[in-house]
């Protein structure tokens, strides 16, 4: 009973509820309003449209918790994208390599974000930005403002195929990576390491004094989210191909649904699948604007007005029951000391 | 004090007479270190920089960034951040350039109808940062959407008609010095007196250097972060009529053109701290002007335009990791654990967060 109450005080404590009540909310307005978008063929076809935006949630999670912030990953979609579309050029027989080429490309960046960040001791702000515009200016250089190219078939596969089945009709690869990629981190969010990113980012002193090298748990992060943008590069390319404007303005809905499940930006607190549940409400609403028909021009509207009104709500929750300077809620596991493996 | 700690405490205001060197001062000296480079690039081509022409591009360049890194100084000293300018730039123009409909008599009305809804949009971030206690990035980035909404779906092109008399605003020059530049000038200006000389000014690095504490001081915190808001955003919104005035009809596209994330650059290029609580206009001023100088220099060398994102991404980059190393040698430095003797106050320096207790004790 005590766990299971504990587990779920984790899920939904710290501001983490409101992602969940929201998410309820929007496929039941959307039920109402279309029921046939719950059968499975057509539910199938959202997760393969939200796969990479949870991906990539992942990904922005692990910087956003322990102190950061990447507003990179857009552009390096977009490059990722670019690159692949370039080097593969419809040859079946390119796609592996240039998957590992991708791979390299995406933890080379990650390195770069994080090594400016942690020892230059740039703000994350504006050394991400600053890699968004040397990427963003870089791949149109290279490319002379046009991808060329094309994806083949084979890495095509992630994005928009699956594996064939009865009652779904097909399992897109893209629920079974998003899925492998959330169950990681959760684990990885238990592990030592996931509690020193946490404190990391919760009180870098602390963190320090206690023997934990920030400056490395930081880069790694940088690295695990550049590598997912990487991923959910793959997905995005599959699923709807190579245009100049991919992954454009990906950084901030990526943003936007973490602190839409109530990890808090400065870091320290939050869950995984909150921020999971943040990406799939993003993803739902714009779904809902579908169903709707609400023209395209006033959706930034209706999401400005969501984001607000959710982020506040949280933050509201999040302030109740945590009198100035007492211990912490009990709804937040204290970081214990990890055995050293 | 005990004779065995003089000698450290000697060489301690030594160090600190050689690092006297304040952010501002760098951030001038890195812009005339700008300055220099460009002029031996441009004159490898045969230009001039610094003929009239291309100074006239320069100071017309660093007008309107100016505007909007100016109100942004005041959002970021105090912790906050906004990233809806671009968007308020926008629908300033629109507003300014509709309401004054080609009529010459109409201008002080477009004029006030900008600076009342910038302000309305100001203090509706304000009061969501401050009072809702939203995380600024979102809650700024949320108003930006809105707005964006708003303009997509009310403007399909550009709107409206300014006068030629305000036209004069964008186009008018004093010998080399655009009129836009002479008011951004005035307004630097004003923000650096606001800053040191009122209340809420000095009230803003408090915030900036710790909300709690302030709070704690007796700092009315909400209010202080309003202000900073309301102002950011009116200064936004002049920036909006600038673009008015300039391409003679206001226009929703101007959001696309990344003011916002510019504008930071530029306050964090001139030496403030993105956490807040220290730094100044002075040094605002001149992030906006070596980004001016950059973009001149690289329009008359033919720099590719995508090479030019990719240099400013570099030297906005490298110029903050300089500034970086810097501050961290003056933790360093402070006299932490010296010796028992209690630790002095610290040492002034120009960009050092100003004492809040003059405003507090009235």
Not at chain 1, 189 to 209: C, H, S, V
Not at chain 1, 243 to 254: C, I, N
Not at chain 2, 165 to 173: H, M
Not at chain 2, 347 to 361: H, N, W
Request: a positive charge; charged letters at 10%; proline letters at 5%.
């Amino acid at each position: 009973m005590t766990t299971v109450r504990a587990a779920a005080g984790r899920l939904f404590g710290g501001g983490s509820a409101t992602v969940f009540a929201l998410l309820v909310c929007v496929f039941v307005v959307i039920l109402f309003l279309n029921p046939s978008f719950f059968e499975p063929p057509s539910l199938m076809a959202f997760v393969k449209k939200a796969a990479p935006l949870v991906v990539l949630a992942v990904g922005q999670y692990l910087v956003i918790v322990c102190g950061e912030l990447d507003l990179s990953v857009g552009s390096l979609v977009g490059a990722q994208v670019v690159i692949a579309a370039a080097v593969i050029d419809g040859q079946e027989s390119m796609t592996l390599p240039t998957l590992l080429l991708m791979l390299a490309f995406g933890v080379l960046v990650g390195l770069v974000n994080g090594l400016v960040v942690t020892v230059l001791k740039v703000h994350s702000l504006i050394a991400t930005l600053g890699m968004m515009l040397v990427l963003y200016g870089a791949i149109r250089l290279w490319t002379g403002g046009a991808p060329t190219g094309a994806l083949s078939d084979g890495f095509r596969q992630a994005g928009r195929e699956g594996i064939d089945m009865p009652v779904l009709r097909q399992l897109p690869w893209a629920l079974l990576i998003a899925a492998a990629v959330v169950v990681a981190a959760v684990v990885l969010m238990r592990k030592p390491f996931g509690r020193t990113l946490i404190t990391a980012g919760d009180n870098e002193k602390a963190a320090t004094f206690s023997g934990v090298k920030v400056w490395r748990v930081r880069t790694i992060a940088f690295v695990m989210s550049a590598v997912l943008a990487t991923l959910a590069g793959v997905l995005i390319g599959g699923y709807a191909g190579v245009t100049a404007q991919v992954g454009q303005g990906l950084e901030f809905t990526a943003i936007t649904a973490v602190v839409l499940g109530g990890v808090v930006l400065g870091g320290g607190r939050g869950t995984v699948l909150a921020a999971m549940a943040g990406a799939l409400t993003v993803e739902a609403l714009f779904t809902l604007f579908n169903q709707l028909s609400l023209p395209s021009t006033i959706r930034p509207t209706v999401q400005g007005v969501i984001i607000i009104a959710a982020v506040a709500w949280a933050a509201r929750e999040r302030a109740k029951p945590r009198p100035f300077l007492t211990a912490e809620p009990p709804v937040q596991p204290p970081v214990q000391p990890q055995p050293q493996s | 004090m005990t004779t065995s700690t003089r000698p450290r405490s000697r060489g301690a205001s030594i160090r600190h007479s050689r690092r006297q060197l304040g952010s501002t001062e760098l951030v001038y000296l890195a812009l005339v270190g700008v300055l220099v480079i460009g002029a031996v690039l441009v004159a490898t081509t045969g230009g001039n920089l610094f003929g009239q022409a291309n100074l006239v591009d320069m100071l017309t360049r660093s007008s309107l960034l100016g505007f909007v890194a100016l109100g942004q100084t005041f959002v970021i000293l105090c912790g906050s951040l906004d990233l809806s300018v671009g968007y308020v730039m926008a629908l300033c123009s629109l507003i300014g350039a509709t309401t004054m409909a080609g009529d010459p008599a109409k201008v002080p009305l477009g004029i006030i109808a900008v600076l009342v809804v910038a302000a309305g949009i100001g203090l509706l971030n304000g009061l969501i940062v401050a009072v809702l206690k939203v995380n600024p990035f979102i809650a700024t980035l949320g108003v930006g959407l809105i707005i964006k909404g708003y303009l997509d779906t009310n403007y399909k092109g550009p709107a409206g008609d300014v006068p030629a008399s305000f036209q004069a605003f964008g186009y008018t020059r004093i010998g080399f010095l655009p009129l836009s530049t002479a008011v951004m000038l005035a307004a630097v200006v004003l923000g650096i007196l606001y800053l040191r000389r009122s209340r809420t000014g000095y009230h803003m690095f408090a915030v900036g250097g710790s909300m709690e504490v302030a709070r704690l001081s007796g700092i009315r915190t909400g209010r202080v972060l309003v202000m900073a808001h309301v102002l950011c955003a009116v200064a936004a919104g002049v920036a909006g009529l600038l673009i008015a005035a300039r391409f003679g009809t206001g226009s929703a596209l101007v959001y696309s053109s990344g003011y916002d994330l510019d504008s930071i650059a530029a306050v964090v290029l001139g030496g403030t701290l993105l956490m807040g609580g220290r730094g100044g206009i002075a040094g605002t001023l001149g992030g906006v002007l070596i980004l001016a100088v950059l973009d001149t220099v690289f329009n008359i060398l033919q720099v590719d335009p995508f090479f030019k994102d990719v240099l400013r991404g570099v030297v906005i980059i490298a110029a903050v990791a300089i500034y970086a190393r810097r501050q961290i040698d003056r933790k360093a430095s402070r006299p932490r654990f010296d010796g028992g003797s209690p630790p002095g106050p610290p040492t002034p320096t120009p960009d050092s967060p100003v004492p809040v207790q003059q405003g507090v004790s009235r």
